[in-house]
């Protein structure tokens, strides 16, 4: 910079009390916040993961515009390619709402961010430029990978049907940037504006109850959405064909979803003139300018409130009533008669209960079994009335529930709470440590395994009649206690207090053989209920084998398993190459 | 008696406790006094369980605690320099947890939990989670949570960190009578004149070796110097500190 230069910069900072350096250094901040997180503390590990993320992205365009444009190398496009657009932005806003829900908490500073920035002359409009600034990014990053392959498979596929001309291609790669990232805009400002309004109108606790039980629900939603429209063809085409038929026959009602508003945008970029199209665009394009000025508006005057709710302490949690306190007190008599075991299992109680980002990853494989329950099943479920002649996806529908459940338990509770804290666990460390597995165990069964099954009965009810659904019921149970046992096998740790390296390179390299794996034994052991429902006498034979199969499990455990194994408090990283014998 | 022989803790190749030896008899308070980094915290982590020493051992009544850590931990109560608890439990269940953790029974254990918060004043907040906690209310807890199984051994790394006045004298005034019950006590500490007050023998640790291991009383009169205060500042801070506080002035003014 030449002297002049540097002088005009140094007034300009003087005159803006150098706002735009703070606005810069605060973007980057925020920025680097976004992606910042207690599972991957390590920068270059977070880099790495940011990576492929953005790699995965690129390839799921790549993918979606083969499996949707493809089509248009052999058949002409007359116009009804605004279909397949609406399928490509519907997916990427689903992709994107998914990954907002998972960075809700970092939406608007935190309680560290008012702490470390509020002492410091930094003004409120400048945290909130930088705030938005650092979505704007964010946004930016995510439409570039979704962009970066599926650009050129829209510009392979299209354009030439319009005209063999390079501006033509440009035209359709320009539209096709530009409706992605309009699109996926619209649903980060929707998201901003759905938590600021949540903070304006809800009061510090019911916000976060309120917040927690949308973002779970919303999570659920999107994963199984995503998994649909990635892995079943025949939905996705059924998806298509519903969108065709409402065309012919109420187009305006297509208005309502807002994939739509961004596919009309699409179409008018690359010259289509229908009426349908323009009010689209102009739906769409409108939507962002309101959410974006709701959003400010929202921001600003949510401001004071803000830091109110980030700052206040949270105070007293309202302690358990006298009958409560008894029930508790009669449950740790009777399940868990050991100091220890009282102290492992109520830390991973409450621990569950307070963690949301443990809940939401919990959610998160509760989603993905969700996902492929409408895939396998879809109405199945509705339609069955008898459980002998159920189809087989109706049968095991819960054992993969379930099966999410527990490995999302156990996925969580690999991943420390405060883990500066488990210090306390560590000195606190007795000689014989059967007693904290057995807590581990018993939480398993406690926390998730019971509570599914006693849902699980009800639906069952109402489906089939009460009896049914009991045998259904407790064959369900036998068989999560068995997976709760093979997934808590030789289990060496403390719930939420064991330090962990990222990395799961032994699961990248195995989840083939993996998948193959749980895919047979659910569809066997949805035969075997089947056949069972058929010679209801045969049910006590399965039970007690069970039974015998787990005590065994159990004693194993105890006997011989527990005694040898030493807790671990930090786990040892992976080595970098595994292989399927490793 | 609780015996430190030749404690080393190597980070890479860089010692932070180099071939520490002392020992402590019951009713002792060992003063252990360093500046920033001179390894006091490590030396009490290795203590405590919390750091493998490279080499050297720890003796409690004779035994090598390595053979038996849980035999050991038992009969230990430890405050860390870092109040870090689970901010998601409410005092209350910290102190369950601990308690449990030790194998103490339910009901001597909620019992003692409610007196304990009780005595330091914390009943009210016994239900808010520790993450709304001052500093001075973890050290609170911290405090009860070393003392609710009735240690052998306690180690304190600062342990006056964000208390008050009254709670800091009562603290001193605890130390004492633990000592009278003839427990073995390490309390380390940067405030030499409470140290000076409660300790019946320093050891002074710079740069991971041991400087001084004596009571107050001989080394006034070996270094012939009045108070702690003044033999820490011969025998560690070498450092002019008025010209520092000279140059810190300076530099502000720059």
Known sequence: MSLNGRLGFEALMRRTRGRPRQVLVLTRHFFNRLFQNEIIPFEDQMKEKLFTVLAVLAAVGWVLTNTLFSQYMFVEDFGQSWMEKFAFLAVFMTILAFAVLLEWDVLFPDARDHLNLRPLPVKPSTLFTAKFLSFLAFVGLFSAAANALSVFGVAFFLPKWTGDSLTALLRYMGAHILATTAALLFVFLFFLFLQAALLAVLGGRAFRAVALTLRLGLAVACVALILVALVDPVTLSKGLEFLKARRGTRPSSLLLFPPMWFASLYEVLIGRSEALYAAGARVGLGSILVLGAADFLAMSFGFRKHIRKSLEVRKSRRPLSRLGTRASGVFDRAVLPLPVEKAVFHFAAKTLRASAGHKVRLAGYLAFGLGLLLLSTGTRILEARDPSTAHLNVLSAPIVLGFFLILGLRSGMNIPFGPEANWVFRLTEGSDRNPYFIAVRKAVVFLVILPFAALLWPVHAWLWGGGPAALHTAYVLAWMLLAGQAAFWRFSRIPYACLVVPGKAKLQARWLPYVIGFFVAVSAIGTLERSLFRHPGRFPVFFLAAAAVLAGLEFVQRRYIGPKLALVYVEEPEPIMVTLGG | ?254
């Not at chain 2, 808010?128 to 790394?157: F, W």
């Open chain 2, 1 to 254: 008696m609780l015996e430190l022989r030749g404690i080393t803790k190597k980070y890479n190749v860089f010692p932070a406790v180099d071939h520490v030896s002392f020992t402590v008899s019951p009713g002792e308070v060992l003063g252990y006094l360093g500046p920033n980094g001179a390894g006091k915290s490590t030396t009490i982590k290795i203590l405590a369980g919390l750091l493998e020493p490279t080499s050297g051992e720890v003796l409690f009544d004779g035994f090598d605690v390595r053979r038996d850590p849980a035999r050991f931990k038992r009969r230990l109560g430890y405050v860390p320099e870092q109040s870090e608890i689970y901010p998601h439990l409410s005092g209350l269940e910290y102190l369950l947890l601990v308690g449990r953790l030790r194998g103490l029974p339910e009901a001597r254990l909620w019992e003692k939990a409610r007196d304990f918060l009780r005595v330091f004043g914390l009943d009210g907040d016994r239900d808010t989670p520790v993450g709304a906690y001052s500093k001075g209310m973890r050290q609170k807890v911290l405090i009860s949570a070393a003392l609710l199984h009735d240690p052998d051994i306690l180690l304190l790394d600062e342990p006056l960190s964000g208390l008050d006045v009254t709670t800091s004298m009562i603290l001193r005034d605890l130390v004492r009578r633990l000592a009278d019950e003839k427990k073995v006590i390490i309390y380390s500490s940067h405030v030499l004149e409470v140290t000076e007050k409660i300790c019946t023998k320093v050891i002074i640790l710079d740069k991971g070796r041991v400087v001084a291991n004596d009571s107050v009383e001989n080394l006034r009169v070996l270094m012939h110097l009045p108070s702690l205060v003044e033999i820490f500042s011969q025998l560690v801070a070498q450092e002019d500190t008025d010209a520092v506080a000279r140059d810190i002035v300076g530099v502000m003014g720059n």
